[in-house]
C-alpha cells in the first residue's frame, strides 16, 4: 500500500485529481473558444450597426467542440424535459421578479405611458408572452447551450454551489461587456452610461445566472434556463419597457439595466442560493 505520511497520493487520489484537471481544461477552453467565436459577431454588429445574429450561437459551438475534444463525442447535455412545476416556474419568475418592479415604478414614479388603451396593453402582454416568448427562447437557447448546458454542470463537478452561481454568472456577463462598451447604441444598452451599465448589468446577469444554474442543477435539464431566458427578455424588452417612459432617469430604475431590476434578481438569487443544499455538487459548503 502507498504511504500517504511521505506525500504520495492514493490511487483514487490520484484518478480524483486527474479527473478534477481534465474538467478544468475543459472549462477553460470552452471559455476561450466562446470568447473567441463571439469575435465574429462582436465585430459584425460594431460594424454593421445592427445585432448580429453570429453572435448568439457561439456558446453553443464552443460547448460543442469542447465536448468532442474532450471525449471525442457531443453527448453529456441534459436534453430531458424538466418537470412541468419548473418549467412552469422558470417561465412566470420573469414576470414576478422584474415585472414586479416595473409595476411598481409605474405607480410609485409615475413611469407609465399612459396613452395607451387598455386593450392594447394587454393585446401587447398577449403577444410578448406567447409568440415574444417562442422567438427569445429560440435565440437563446444558442447562449443557454453553453452557459447552462455546458459551464454550469461542470463547474458543479468540482465546487459548491456558491461558485458555481458566482463563476458562471460573471462569465456570462463578462460575454456582453463588449456590446455594452463598443456597440451599446446598437445593442440597446446605450440607455444609461457604461459606468453605470457595466455593473448593475452585470450584477442582474450574475444574480438571473445563479437562479438559472440552480434550476439547471435541479431539473438536470437546460430547459429551464432557456425558458427563463426567453421569458426574461420578451417580458422586460418585450412589454414593460414598451409602456414605460423613457423620460428622465427612468432607465436607471426600470429598464434591462435598471438597478431596480438587478435588486430585484439579486434578491431572488439569495433565496434560491438558501436552498443550495438540495442540490448535488462537487464540493457542498
Given at each position: 500500500?502507498p ?39 462582436y ?7 445592427e445585432?448580429?445574429?453570429?453572435l448568439?450561437?457561439a456558446p ?13 463525442n ?27 418592479m ?10 407609465y405611458?399612459?396613452?395607451?388603451t ?10 410578448a ?7 427569445n427562447a ?5 447562449e ?6 455546458f459551464?454550469?454542470p461542470e ?22 461587456w ?42 438536470r ?9 426567453g ?15 423613457q423620460?428622465?432617469n ?8 435598471g ?27
Amino acid at each position: 500500500m502507498p504511504n500517504t505520511s511521505q506525500g504520495r497520493l492514493r490511487p483514487d487520489q490520484q484518478v480524483l485529481d486527474q479527473q478534477s484537471g481534465q474538467i478544468k481544461r475543459s472549462i477553460i477552453t470552452f471559455v476561450v473558444l466562446a470568447f473567441a467565436l463571439s469575435t465574429v459577431g462582436y465585430t459584425a454588429t460594431i460594424v454593421s450597426g445592427e445585432t448580429s445574429i453570429l453572435l448568439l450561437p457561439a456558446p453553443a459551438i464552443a460547448a460543442l467542440i469542447t465536448r468532442y475534444l474532450f471525449q471525442r463525442n457531443v453527448r453529456g447535455f441534459a436534453w430531458k424535459p424538466p418537470d412541468l412545476r419548473y418549467a412552469v416556474s422558470a417561465y412566470l419568475l420573469p414576470f414576478l421578479v422584474s415585472g414586479s418592479m416595473f409595476i411598481f415604478a409605474w405607480l410609485a414614479f409615475g413611469y407609465y405611458t399612459n396613452n395607451n388603451t387598455d386593450t392594447a396593453v394587454l393585446q401587447g402582454l398577449a403577444t410578448a408572452a406567447t409568440i415574444g416568448f417562442l422567438a427569445n427562447a429560440a435565440f437563446g437557447f444558442g447562449e443557454e447551450l453553453g452557459w447552462r448546458g455546458f459551464l454550469v454542470p461542470e463547474l458543479a463537478k468540482i465546487t459548491n454551489f456558491t461558485n458555481v452561481g458566482l463563476i458562471s454568472g460573471t462569465i456570462w456577463a463578462m460575454w456582453h461587456w463588449p456590446l455594452i462598451l463598443f456597440a451599446a447604441d446598437v445593442t440597446d444598452f446605450d440607455k444609461t452610461p457604461a459606468w453605470f451599465t457595466l455593473p448593475v448589468f452585470s450584477a442582474t446577469l450574475i444574480a438571473a445566472g445563479t437562479v438559472m444554474a440552480w434550476l439547471t442543477l435541479k431539473t438536470r435539464s437546460i430547459w429551464p434556463a432557456v425558458i427563463l431566458h426567453g421569458s426574461q427578455n420578451a417580458i422586460t424588452q418585450g412589454f414593460f419597457a414598451e409602456y414605460t417612459t423613457q423620460d428622465g432617469n427612468s432607465a436607471y430604475y426600470v429598464s434591462e439595466v435598471g438597478g431596480l431590476i438587478a435588486i430585484a434578481w439579486v434578491a431572488a438569487a439569495y433565496l434560491f442560493w438558501r436552498k443550495r443544499h438540495v442540490l448535488k455538487t462537487g464540493d457542498q459548503p
